[in-house]
């Protein structure tokens, strides 16, 4: 019999008890032996209670579940970096193999626990830290293990892809509807972690560090988040066949270096991705052999996340019946250079307010036309009082050239504001 260890009786550990024991004959049989939740701990232990665990199996002791032998998976479903990586670091020098859906560890820790987990020759599975319920780590570990891997492209976030769908539909500003997601229990009371795009930056931070073998933590992500989009830019945005959607992107160039990104973007509405609305994530990965896939899902909740986490369990169970470990470790094996986003390359679209007078659009083209930018697209409409809202679409050009022509027209008397600067992503696709 395999024993289970768990840490914390959240949504998530419930939805774990609940799929341990509803499907408890498919598990055991897919394992290759008994699969038993042995022990379950919580600060609040009527949390683990509510769940209908036999009182002998409930501790608030880390201890009862580190020193008890028969344990062989422990299961870190408490998030945050501490007492998480202690609990995990203290769990692997007992020989113990984990399963974590912590986003924040692997981002932030990621090279620590794998180099602790091949000391202690256990198993380190984190399928349900990145996109809920979607398979994606897996995948790209094993299954697109034989491709070279191009680009990454996620809406790895829920709350924020919610709330862009719900802005696209119904035409209202973001503050609104935010408001209302926290109400309804869509958004967290704080919403900054995924409002800002530093929850997509985590995530994406461990799907690049996979894909492309090399080390990326959450501080080489370039994040913008989405509380500057107007219910105008997705308008426009939409009058010019795109939609707008928090994106997060992962590229390898030919000369190995990687590029990792998290902002609002304008996607053709003919991309896979344009598609996903609501709270579901999706995940476009390009390979050299395998071409375009996506794997598309949902991101969060009781019962997706916990199917990653159990489909972990099974994973190191079977292993374990087989007497390996290690099999599917740590594969950053290179050292590849991480671009700065000034370096990159990019379409852009602007919405900016002007005057409303001759030799304006001349004057402003005449600034992108002296920084090498040069302008796909321009329409402007009357704002009155003198002023005019005007939208560019450039061709592709180096970031650093757009924002060193930004700060020029930032200066000059005929513009009012710069409203919004956005980046185009997935344009050099064949739709
Ligand atoms: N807060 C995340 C989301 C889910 O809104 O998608 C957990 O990573």
């Known amino acids: 019999m395999i024993k289970v260890g768990l840490l914390g009786c959240g949504t998530v550990g419930s939805g774990v008890v609940e799929l341990l024991k509803n499907n408890a004959e498919i598990i055991s049989r897919r394992t290759g032996d008994i699969i038993e939740l042995k022990k379950v701990l919580d600060k609040d232990l009527d949390k683990c209670r509510a769940l209908g665990i036999d009182e002998a199996k409930i ?20 998030g945050g970096i501490e007492p998480a990586l202690t609990m995990i670091t203290r769990a692997m020098q007992q ?9 924040d560890l692997i981002a932030e820790k990621g090279k620590e626990l794998f180099d602790m987990a091949k000391a202690n020759q256990v198993d380190f599975y984190f399928e349900a830290s990145v996109a809920g319920g979607i398979p994606i780590i897996y995948p790209l570990k094993q299954s697109l293990a034989g491709n070279q891997i191009k680009e990454v492209i996620g809406i790895l976030n829920g709350t924020t892809n919610y709330i862009l769908s719900k802005m696209s539909e119904e035409g209202r500003p973001f503050e609104e509807i935010l408001a209302e997601a926290q109400e309804l229990g869509y958004a967290e009371a704080d919403p900054t972690s995924d409002v800002e795009g530093l929850d997509a930056g985590r995530k994406i931070a461990i799907l690049s560090s996979i894909a492309f073998n090399s080390r990326v933590t959450f501080d080489d992500v370039y994040i913008e988040g989405i509380s500057k989009i107007t219910p105008s830019d997705i308008e426009y945005a939409r009058d010019l066949g795109y939609v707008i959607k ?5 590229k390898q160039g030919d000369d190995g270096s990687i590029q990792a990104r998290v902002h609002p973007a304008f996607l053709p509405k003919k991309h896979p991705l344009a598609a996903v609305n609501g709270v579901y994530n999706a995940v476009f990965i390009t390979g050299d052999a395998v071409g375009e896939i996506m794997h598309y899902g949902r991101g969060a909740g009781k019962l997706p996340t916990a199917s990653s986490v159990v489909g972990d369990i099974i994973d190191i169970g079977r292993n374990i019946v087989h007497h390996i470990s290690g099999r599917i470790s740590c594969t950053c094996y290179e050292d590849k250079k991480i671009l700065d986003v000034s370096q990159l390359r990019a ?6 307010t002007v005057k409303d007078r001759p030799g304006v659009l001349a004057g402003i083209a005449g600034v992108f036309g002296s920084n090498n930018v040069s302008l796909a697209t321009v329409f402007q409409t009357t704002h009155g009082g003198g002023m005019a809202e005007l939208i560019l679409i450039t061709h592709e050009v180096e970031e650093q050239d757009l924002n060193d022509s930004l700060a020029v027209l930032r200066g000059m008397h005929i513009v009012g504001n710069i409203d919004n600067v956005i980046r185009l ?7």
Request: aromatic share 6%; proline share 0%; charged share 30%.
């Open 246 to 250: 928090l994106l997060a992107v992962a």
């Open 425 to 431: 992503e997935g344009t050099n696709r064949d739709l």
């Open 59 to 78: 501790t608030g002791d880390f201890e009862d579940i580190l020193q008890d032998d028969e344990i062989d998976i422990v299961v870190e479903l408490i």
């Open 95 to 103: 020989g113990k193999h984990i399963v974590t859906a912590n986003k």
């Open 347 to 352: 379409q852009f679209y602007i919405r900016m």
